[in-house]
């Protein structure tokens, strides 16, 4: 399984970014994608979360209306839209995959791209 996310980059506060996650290597369908992020001087920590089937999300309670993942089977990848961005927001986003849906520790995530930045400025 390999992970490759993308889309960060530098906005203003109020603003949007989409990010995106690929997918190559075994069945995508077989796997739940989350994101996750890591602030300068933080520890990672859960975003969201889509399951394999693409039928039930999760969000933490910082980005629950703002942020919206989704997921596309055919095509291999799961996007997260970041709207109402914050400063708060800014960070390196990841994208991780694993067989078992009902968790957001990080550890029980085996499978992670390697991060995009993405920076809001106030």
């Known amino acids: 399984v390999q992970l490759q996310a993308s889309g960060g980059g530098l906005v203003q506060a109020g603003g949007s970014l989409r990010l995106s996650c690929a997918y190559s290597?075994?069945?995508?369908?077989?796997?739940?994608i989350a994101w996750f992020r890591q602030a300068p001087g933080k520890e990672r920590e859960f975003v969201a979360k889509?399951?394999?089937?693409?039928?039930?999300?999760y969000y933490a309670d910082s980005v629950k209306g703002r942020f919206t993942v989704s997921r596309d089977n055919a095509k291999k990848t799961v996007s997260l839209q970041m709207n109402s961005l914050k400063p708060e927001d800014t960070a390196v986003y990841y994208c991780?995959?694993?067989?078992?849906?009902?968790?957001?520790?990080?550890?029980?995530?085996?499978?992670w791209g390697q991060g995009t930045l993405v920076t809001v400025s106030s």
């Open positions: 290597g075994g069945t995508f369908g077989n796997y739940n």
């Open positions: 991780a995959a694993n067989t078992y849906y009902h968790t957001t520790d990080s550890s029980l995530w085996p499978f």
């Open positions: 889509i399951r394999r089937t693409g039928g039930y999300t």
